[in-house]
């Protein structure tokens, strides 16, 4: 358990200190900067778009940042000591996802209500957003982990590694999409059955990515 | 019964003893792969034009047949990376690499061959519904599949990561599937009538069928023809010392 914590505060501490989060907001911001000049500034359009653009841009940013999960790491050879500890390596990696997704996809999901008002986002629709993208991020964080540890040994893999990422990130993304939508009554209610698919979805990859994130690990470095 | 293909494919584990063999099947394999596909389109030219898509009907005949072969290979790719990784079959791997680019290649013509039939049929080249955004997605994940194999230079380490991939992919295809399914009747409705191949009248069905078989053969006889290549390849490099093989 301490070593699982020690773990997790150092990706937290690594990522911070190489301003993984301040770069990981900045380029949601840059994002949702763009896109009204791609679809242009219609307040209406965007409004009715606002919640799927939002998902969209944070998964962009999410396959953006993860190839520094694995890869500083593999780098200094951090990554042999890691195979070395006494705590099984399913465990270590979910310490590294749960530290990436401290230093990095929190501080992303707190920028999201500025994000959503740039995109004139309906106010009665943010809860079910967060909600949804807060439910959906753990299953995001371990998704991209799978990618990024297949392609860890493999320098500048930031392409590669989303292409590995988008097929797992769809199914995710409809019911988070689906998720965000209020539900009948427009009182900014919940939508509890699409939430309860994103929680299902992210106790499957609590329970199974670690698996595939070790496995992958091991192949990269035998 | 499994012991015999647990030793059978132990005795072709060695790539010498595969070769041999794969030598020998390599002319009949083609000539019946060929024969069957110029019977089976021989068939489908000469079924009667449908009442309300007219001539254009005959796409059928390699659409349906190439998103089989799709999602075939992709089963294929999935079962010999099992096959390889966790029973350490060493043509796994090589049987793997080597229908991935088919499968993807038969993903491509029935996406293709579906928007080529969807223009005059539907009047749109292409729709954001369940089938055909599953599809899409499964041509990704060939693409990320034949990517990651020529990402990583060790061949040993790639071949690993690629499987691994594969058995993580062939999870998710269900799982796209169902979700693109529960997606698009929360969207929008279908608006395309699927027939189920049962129901279809013999003059169409048979031909269908043949053309299936025929692409089948096709795929058998491309992924030999692939392995054998493959062997030969990495004989000849290691034979000129390369480092990576």
């Given at each position: 358990m301490r070593i699982f914590l020690a773990l997790m505060f150092q990706q937290v501490r690594l990522g911070w200190r190489g301003g993984q989060t301040v770069l990981a907001i900045a380029f949601l911001f840059i994002a949702v900067t763009l896109l009204p000049f791609g679809?242009?500034?219609?307040?209406?359009?965007?409004?009715?778009?606002?919640?799927?653009?939002?998902?969209?841009?944070?998964?962009?940013?999410?396959?953006?940042?993860?190839?520094?999960?694995?890869?500083?790491?593999?780098?200094?050879?951090?990554?042999?000591?890691?195979?070395?500890?006494?705590?099984?390596?399913?465990?270590?990696?979910?310490?590294?996802?749960?530290?990436?997704?401290?230093?990095?996809?929190?501080?992303?999901?707190?920028?999201?209500?500025?994000?959503?008002?740039?995109?004139?986002?309906?106010?009665?629709?943010?809860?079910?957003?967060?909600?949804?993208?807060?439910l959906g991020a753990p299953s995001l964080v371990l998704l991209g982990a799978i990618g990024a540890a297949l392609s860890v040994t493999v320098r500048r893999a930031t392409m590669l590694t989303g292409l590995l990422v988008m097929p797992l990130y769809v199914p995710v993304l409809i019911f988070g999409i689906a998720a965000s939508t209020p539900s009948a009554g427009g009182d900014g209610a919940v939508n509890a059955a699409g939430l309860g698919v994103l929680a299902l979805f992210g106790l499957a990859a609590l329970l199974l990515a670690p698996v595939a994130i070790a496995a992958a690990l091991r192949a990269g470095l035998r | 019964?499994?012991?015999?293909?647990?030793?059978?494919?132990?005795?072709?584990?060695?790539?010498?003893?595969?070769?041999?063999?794969?030598?020998?099947?390599?002319?009949?394999?083609?000539?019946?792969?060929?024969?069957?596909?110029?019977?089976?389109?021989?068939?489908?030219?000469?079924?009667?034009?449908?009442?309300?898509?007219?001539?254009?009907?005959?796409?059928?005949?390699?659409?349906?047949?190439?998103?089989?072969?799709?999602?075939?290979?992709?089963?294929?790719?999935?079962?010999?990376?099992?096959?390889a990784l966790v029973f350490r079959h060493p043509l796994g791997h090589v049987a793997a690499r080597a229908a991935a680019p088919i499968g993807a290649t038969f993903t491509?013509?029935?996406?293709?061959?579906?928007?080529?039939?969807?223009?005059?049929?539907?009047?749109?080249?292409?729709?954001?519904?369940?089938?055909?955004?599953?599809?899409?997605?499964?041509?990704?994940?060939?693409?990320?599949?034949?990517?990651?194999?020529?990402?990583?230079?060790?061949?040993?380490?790639?071949?690993?990561?690629?499987?691994?991939?594969?058995?993580?992919?062939?999870?998710?295809?269900?799982?796209?599937?169902?979700?693109?399914?529960?997606?698009?009747?929360?969207?929008q409705p279908a608006s395309v009538s699927r027939f189920a191949p049962p129901a279809l009248h013999p003059d169409f069905l048979y031909p269908l069928l043949v053309m299936g078989l025929a692409f089948m053969l096709l795929f058998a006889a491309l992924v030999l023809t692939r392995m054998q290549m493959e062997v030969l390849r990495r004989r000849a490099l290691i034979r000129q010392g390369a480092r990576h093989v």
């Open positions: 679809i242009g500034p219609e307040l209406r359009l965007l409004k009715e778009l606002a919640p799927g653009l939002v998902w969209v841009v944070m998964l962009l940013t999410l396959m953006a940042t993860l190839d520094r999960l694995f890869q500083a790491d593999l780098e200094d050879g951090a990554l042999d000591q890691l195979f070395l500890l006494p705590l099984a390596l399913e465990l270590v990696v979910l310490a590294k996802a749960t530290g990436h997704f401290v230093v990095v996809v929190l501080p992303l999901l707190l920028a999201v209500p500025l994000a959503g008002i740039l995109l004139n986002i309906e106010p009665v629709a943010l809860p079910s957003l967060m909600a949804a993208l807060a | 019964m499994l012991k015999a293909v647990e030793n059978l494919s132990a005795y072709y584990a060695n790539p010498t003893r595969f070769m041999r063999l794969a030598g020998l099947l390599h002319a009949p394999v083609w000539g019946l792969a060929l024969s069957v596909l110029v019977l089976g389109l021989y068939m489908a030219s000469g079924v009667p034009d449908d009442y309300q898509q007219g001539a254009t009907v005959r796409i059928m005949f390699v659409h349906v047949p190439a998103a089989w072969l799709s999602l075939f290979a992709y089963s294929f790719i999935f079962f010999a990376s099992v096959t491509f013509i029935a996406l293709v061959t579906g928007a080529l039939w969807g223009q005059p049929m539907w009047g749109t080249w292409w729709v954001w519904d369940a089938r055909l955004t599953s599809v899409l997605v499964l041509f990704f994940i060939y693409l990320g599949y034949i990517a990651l194999w020529q990402a990583i230079e060790d061949y040993g380490q790639a071949a690993r990561a690629a499987a691994i991939l594969a058995i993580v992919g062939f999870v998710n295809v269900p799982i796209v599937k169902f979700s693109v399914d529960w997606w698009n009747t929360l969207h």
